[in-house]
């Protein structure tokens, strides 16, 4: 079963990737026409929607391991091998709304598409990892090691946004 479930999400990967890499130049000119402040002011307006939205107790382990429940048309993950996103959907869509939206103003494809990428492991793939995290090490000493790898995605996905 887990060799399965690898196959799937390596095949996802890849597929994902494959199609990002496509758009990344159709995303890059997307709203060309547009100025810079409506791109900025809609960006940061779904990043404010995708703040108050998301749910945070599933990815900071306090729910419990009930993941069967929330697959896809409440299909078991054994029936289902590709669970639904349960960060919350209305905060998914807002935040690839402005990711898409930022990456209208990156002048490089392969910036754009690590970008994208980058935005996409973090917020779509991470939280269920990042509760999985959260759920087997609650208290650490040192801190939390989902701060530390949600700390260390960040940085990398704000320095593709700086210009080099």
Known sequence: ??????????????????????????????????????????????????????????????????????????????????????????SLNALFFSTALLVSRIKSNATSFAFVLSVVTLFAFYPASRHRIARRYPNTMCGSPCFFVTALLSISAWQLLSPF
């Open 1 to 90: 079963h887990r060799r399965k479930k690898a196959i799937v999400r390596l095949s996802d990967g890849l597929l994902l990737a494959a199609l990002l890499r496509f758009i990344s130049g159709v995303l890059r000119t997307l709203t060309a026409s547009f100025s810079a402040d409506t791109v900025y002011a809609l960006a940061v307006s779904g990043m404010a929607i995708h703040l108050l939205t998301c749910d945070y107790k599933y990815a900071n382990g306090m729910l419990g391991d009930e993941e069967g429940k929330y697959t896809a048309q409440g299909s078991s993950l054994e029936t289902h091998p590709r669970p639904a996103f349960l960060g919350g959907t209305v």
